[in-house]
Each structure stands twice: as C-alpha cells, then as structure tokens.
C-alpha cells in the first residue's frame, strides 16, 4: 500500500532491529566516562581526545546531517569520525574489520579465504611502518581519525564493538579509496580457496580454478556522473550531478569545515576521514567505476628445486617467495584458526592455479598516496590545484567528473594506468616469464583519456566507455591503448548523450529532471522485435492467443517508467527473465547479457520469455496487468547491514527501475529475492546536484536517511522524498545551517 510517511512503520519492526546502535538525539547522556572504557586508554590519552572535543563543534540539521566544524583539519576529522560512529558504529566497524582481513573472527570460517585475499596485502607491521614515514600533516589526519573513533567508545561504554575495542591510526591506511568494491575484491574467492585449501601444498597442475570475465551483474555497481558548462545553463554557472549507484547505506552525507580552508560536503565511505564524491564553495568531483586496465594476471611457471618453488624468468629462475598468515575464526566453542603458507612472486601474490601454472596478480599497492589524493582533492580550489592532485596517480578504480567556480568541466578515465607493451592481450593472463610483460612505469595524467572543456559543453559517464558522452566533442577511442578503457557502451550512456545533447538553460532542479529521465533505453529494440516475433507467428499457434493483449500492450509504451505503468512492469519481468536464460550464454561469448539480450535471441525464445513473465505475474500478484509501483517498493526495516524484507510490512512505490534497462536513476535489488515484490537495495543511494556561482548551491537526497538507528527520526525521514525523486536543500553555510538547527554540541556531550 502507499503511504504518506515511512517513519511510522519503524516501530512495528522494533523486534527485528538488530544492529541498531545508540544515536546522538536518542542515546542516553553520558554524565561520566565509565570506569571500563576510560581503563583501555592513559590519562594523556584520554586528556587530549577531550582537548580536541572541546574545539569542535557538530550542528545536527532538521535533517540529521552533521556539520562538523574544527579549528584544524585534524579537529574536523576528529569530528567527523566520531559523527559517522554516532550515525552508525556497525558500519564503521565492519568496514575496517574486512579491510584488516578479520571478518572471520566476527563471522566464523566461512570468511577465511575473504581474510586471505585481505592479508595478501594488508599487513599491519607494513601499515605501521608507512604510518611512520606519513607527511606530518598526513599522520595529525590518521591520528585524529583514530582519536575521533575511541572517543566514541569512550563517551558511549554501552557500545559493544564486534571485534575493535580501539582504533589505530595505521588503520587508516588499509582502507584509503572508497570505492564500493576496491581492486582487492578482483581476486576470486573460489579460486582462491582452491590453491590454498588443500591441506598439502598446492601443486602446479591444478586445473583452472577462476572462470576469467565479466558476467552479469545483478544490479550494476556504478554510477552517473555529469558535468555542465555555463553555456547550457540558465545563470551562466557550471552544474555537476553526483549520482553514485552504491548498495543503500553505504555512504552518509557529511560536512566537514576547518580554520584550515577546509570546507568539504558530500558523501563518506563509513569510516573515512575524506569526502569521496562532494564539492566545497569553488569546485566539485564525482567518481564512476570502470576507468582503464589496472589489473594484470601473470602465469608463472612453477617447478620445485631442492624443496622450495621456484618461477622461471627470462633466461633464469627466481624464488618464490613463502609467506606464513594466520586466518583466526570464530567457532561455537571459542576461538580457532588455520595457517596458509601464501606465496608471492615479484608481480604480486598468487591466487590461483590455471592451465599448469600459478597466476599472481599485479595491482596498485601504494596506501599512503593513495591517502594523500583522497583528502588532497577535497581541499583543492581550482581546476591547477585538483590536476596537481590527481598527478598521484593512485585512483585506480575511478573516473572522476570534475565542475568548478571558474566555469570549467572536465573528466578523467582512470588515474592510475600502467604503462604497457600494446602487443599484449591485457585483458587475458599474460607470460610472467617475458620480461616484456612488465608494466613500465605509469601513464603520466596528460597521457590517458581526458577531456577538458569541451565545445560541445557538457560530460557524461556511466560507467561505459569514454568513446560517446561528450558530444562532438568525445574522444577518439583509437588513439589510446586499447588498456585504457574496458568497458563498452551501456543504456544509461545511450541515455544520458541523448538528454544532454541538446540541453540548454539548465538549472538545478532542471538538471535533477535531466538525472532522472524516465525513458528506458535498453527495450528500444526489443519493443519491435517481440511485436514482429508475434505478428510471424501463425494463428494456429498457442501463443498467438495466449500473448495478444501483452504484445498489444507494450506495441503501444512509450518506454518510460512510472509508478502506474503496466507495461513498466511487463518489460522489466520479461526482460528478466531473459536476462536469467542467457546469462550463461552470454558470459560464454564474451557479451554484455543485455547486448546478448537485444541480438542473439530467436523469435520464439523472445515469446516463451514474455510468456513466462505474464505468468510470474499473474502468479505473484493476481494479475499480470500489476501497476509498477505496486511491485518495485522502498523498504528499510532494520539497521542491519544485510537488509531483509516483508511483503506484509510497509513500504513505497518507486517509478525508477534498474540501470540495466537504461534508467538513469537506479533502483535495483541484490538481495536474495525471498519476497514476491521488488525491494531495492542498490543504486541510487545519496545523490546531490551542485550549483558554482558565487555562492555554491546544491541539492541532496539519501536512500532513507541520515541514521542507521530505526529509533532516530532520521533513519527514514528521506524515504518518502527519495522514492519520488525529490530533492533538499543542502545547508551548506553557516549562516542557513542555524536557521535549520537540530542540536548544537562537541562530541562526547
């Protein structure tokens, strides 16, 4: 049913919040530091987090959104941690107990062979010594990230942490780039686990244990990002959309402001001290996944000399190098774990077998630069500042969108690019033994794909190529190493070039029209086809009957989406179940499925499938002539990082559907569909768009909310908002920001 409201049904799911923590509107005053929590830290210790909370001050906003004020960098950071940790400890937490490769500990040991994939990289002796040879200023960022952290714990002794009862500042560093799946998570689990499980050492002839390419993704991890120059607009200042497609909840929006020039607003990965996609009053940045080739593969040939493996090389052999890590876990009686003997040739770790020989992997490892670009670019002021930023070269799992106050647009595909010989498929495993192989060096910024003003006057990514998206003004793909980008087209870069290619007199809100279009690309060419497929088919064909009022149905849509649309619904699940028929085909062929999905199918596989949707339909709600906002919903009923859902409880209707079908504005869902309605749970998840005129003005929403604690009013205060697409007003200065005060306090208060 449709409801004005969320918040209401937040108390009828009371039982099932598990995870909830304490938040700063509901939490119980802390009189005095509790005997135990201020026992895990030294009178000097506890002396300066109190200092530093005394010169910070957090402004709560009607929205629940913090605005953290320092009189130092390090101050806001302080702040901004112990924010994020108010807004939601859980997530804090599990975000750095996986990026220290100690899941199973929390977990059991099912999360092994996810801790190894960690600690092939991450080593906290190594992560200690890089803390100590950080820049000054970088060292006062992860002290006072740490520092933030533990105040938390200490001012709020009835949080139980799963497994971290104190935050290091080194601990930064193993968590430095906040995309939603960073290049760790390449690595095959299963193959992984193949190698390394056996209780002997592995053997050179394992069979290939990792099955090599993209296949479908449920739901798309990307995002959107757009770039308009003043000349399109309707006050003659750039406009930027940042339109991140994350799992919900995986990012707040914050606000960070120091006596330093820093004065940064945006969306934080949970447990970061930078703002990752945001703008400050001169520029903004907005990031999208899929930039070039950044990862290679390396078969190593692998014998055994005098009891220990060597690889060969060149003309000779070097040794591999044997590593010893505990994988800790958790049981039902306490505490175990196993041991693996990791093995490392100078490419990078192995993890796996193929074809007879060892495969290591070769990735950017570089955590303090990375660091360093992260927090740099949020305190740049202009176009020369952020280009010097970005001259680190340690984003290696982005584009980045860029607007400023000046007036200029820009776009970057990738950051970090190795230098390689073009002669080689580096798409594929290449020969670890040629030395020809060997990455040489990194593409300098001026020599990868970017795009810097350009004539046609706006900039579009979608995670597809960099090929289209600028007009007259795109790239020659041909120029360039066929490494520096991997991606092909998709319907949302369809989309996208078309609402802005003749977009003029934009404005913020015109913009967000622009974000959310409704037209779906991807069923341009299946329209037409399914309607020929039936008007071929001869009367005497079941289908013929069975399939006239569908076919008459979506002959006549206008291939938009809308909370009253059948035909909406129709489409989605015949393309579905299309989708789930030729996946496996089309991982074999090396397609995308949707491209698959428009051109390889036959007729009658196009009628069976529309056939199997309208009675999928029929089945789960009665009718196949259901409106699409009676089956895709908005739902949060828990603060649990696993989301699960409940056709009987309440929920919203959502006109926007999954990227895969071209909407710009994503709303698709990953989780394990126990439930007969659609619950989204990735894509859309904070979305801003930003004005640079003289004073900057932006525009924001979350999925749900600010906390995620079901008891706050801000765990779902932006549902009802979000789910129609509408957008707030960001309070970005300080002058609006008291107009709109919630609460006023230093942290620990």
Known sequence: MTMPRLTPFVAACAALCVLAQPVHAQAAAQPAVAATARAAFASADLARMRATARRVTILRDTWGIPHVFGKTDA?????????????????????????????????????????????????????????????????????????????????HPRVKPKLITRFEPWMALAFSEGSIGGDIETINLNGLEDFYGKPAAPSVALADANESGQGFDPEPRGSNGFAIAPRRTADGHALLMINPHTSFYFRPEIHMVSDEGLNAYGAVTWGQFFVYQGFNDRIGWMHTSGGGDVIDEYLETVSSLDGRWVYRYGDGERAV???????????????????????FTHHGPVIRAQDGKWVAVRMMDDPMHALMQSYGRTKARDYAAFYKVMQLRTNSSNNTVYADADGNI????????????????????????????????????????????????????????????????????????????????????????????????????????????????????????????????????????????????????????????????????????????????????????????????????????????????????????????????????????????????PSLPVGFTSANWGSLASFGMTAPQTTKRIYGDRGNSFVAAVEFGPRVRAKSILAGGESGDPASPHFTDQAAMYSRGEFKDVLYYRADIDKHLERKYHPGD
């Not at 975000?95 to 080593?123: C, H, P």
């Not at 001869?538 to 006549?556: I, S």
């Open 410 to 649: 820009a776009y970057f595909h990738g950051n970090f690019i190795p230098r390689r010989d073009p002669r080689f498929d580096w798409t594929k495993p290449v020969d670890g033994s040629d030395p020809a192989t060997e990455w040489q060096g990194l593409h300098d910024v001026a020599e990868t794909i970017t795009v810097f003003n350009p004539k046609s006057g706006y900039i579009s990514n979608t995670n597809n190529w960099p090929c289209t998206g600028f007009g007259a003004s795109s790239p020659d793909c041909v120029k360039y190493p066929a490494y520096m980008w991997s991606l092909p087209q998709n319907p949302r870069g369809i989309h996208a070039e078309r609402v802005l290619h003749d977009a003029h007199d934009l404005t913020l809100d015109g913009l967000i029209a622009k974000a959310y279009d409704s037209y779906l690309t991807a069923f341009e060419p299946l329209m037409p086809a399914v309607a020929n497929d039936w008007d071929a088919l001869p009367d005497a064909d079941p289908l013929k009957a069975r399939l006239a009022a569908q076919v008459a149905l979506l002959r006549g849509w206008d291939l938009r989406f809308s909370t009253t649309s059948v035909p909406t619904s129709l489409a989605v699940y015949w393309a579905q179940d299309m989708v789930k028929q030729s996946s496996a085909r089309a991982k074999a062929d090396h397609i995308p499925v949707i491209d698959f999905v428009q051109t390889r199918l036959t007729p009658r596989e196009r009628l069976d499938a529309l056939a199997r949707a309208s009675d999928k339909l029929q089945a789960d709600f009665g009718d196949w002539k259901t409106p699409w906002g009676e089956i895709n919903r908005f739902q949060r009923l828990s603060g649990a990082v696993d989301q699960r859902y409940d056709d009987g409880k």
């Open 75 to 155: 101050d806001a950071v302080f702040g901004m941690l112990f924010a994020q940790a108010e807004d939601d400890f859980n997530r804090v937490e599990l975000n750095y107990i996986n990026a220290l490769g100690r899941l199973a500990e929390v977990e059991g040991e099912t999360a092994i062979w996810r801790d190894l994939r960690m600690k092939l990289y991450i080593d906290p002796v190594e992560l200690k010594a890089k803390y100590a040879t950080s820049p000054a200023w970088l060292k006062a960022l992860m002290d006072a990230y740490a520092d933030g952290l533990n105040w938390y714990l200490v001012t």
């Open 321 to 343: 190098r044997a590593k010893t890590i505990t994988l800790p876990y958790r049981t039902d009686q306490g505490m175990a774990s196993r041991t693996v003997t990791a093995y």
